[in-house]
């Protein structure tokens, strides 16, 4: 007697991830040691098929680097339709008075020393937090 067993292994999707750029920004107008700020954020999906996966924060000494993180399915085939302009918030706690610089990424540019290349460009805002 023989016995065929048959099974099927499906292969995960597989993403590609993407950084996106900041179109716009609000600050508050002013910062506080132990309060919450709430800072909105504003940007573009290249085409529908981006899926948000939320906010590129890091955060080194006194600077935080901002962005949105997205991922696109591989293989998807998509409009070149622009969807609406996407809004996002985060909550920033500061916990020592001082200067904090908020680099929100604006994309990529041209190199001013080497044409041929290419830099990621950023919006630098700096804020005072008080006690």
């Keep these: 007697m023989t016995t065929l067993l048959s099974c099927s292994v499906d292969?995960?999707?597989?993403?590609?991830?993407?950084?996106?750029?900041?179109?716009?920004?609000?600050?508050?107008?002013?910062?506080?040691?132990?309060?919450?700020?709430?800072?909105e954020l504003k940007y573009q999906k290249p085409t529908v098929?981006?899926?948000?996966?939320?906010?590129?924060?890091?955060?080194?000494?006194?600077?935080?680097?901002?962005?949105?993180?997205?991922?696109?399915k591989d293989g998807e085939t998509c409009s070149e339709v622009l969807p609406p302009e996407s809004e996002v918030s985060f909550?920033?706690?500061?916990?020592?008075?001082?200067?904090?610089?908020?680099?929100?990424?604006?994309?990529?540019?041209?190199?001013?020393?080497d044409a041929s290349k290419e830099i990621d460009i950023f919006d630098e805002v700096e804020i005072t937090v008080t006690e």
């Design 11 to 39: 292969e995960p999707d597989r993403y590609t991830n993407y950084i996106l750029p900041i179109e716009s920004y609000v600050l508050p107008e002013t910062f506080s040691v132990g309060d919450s700020h709430e800072i």
């Design 49 to 72: 098929c981006y899926n948000y996966r939320g906010i590129y924060y890091y955060s080194e000494n006194n600077e935080r680097t901002v962005a949105i993180y997205a991922d696109v």
């Design 91 to 113: 909550n920033f706690m500061p916990t020592t008075a001082g200067t904090y610089t908020f680099k929100f990424y604006k994309g990529k540019g041209p190199d001013p020393d």
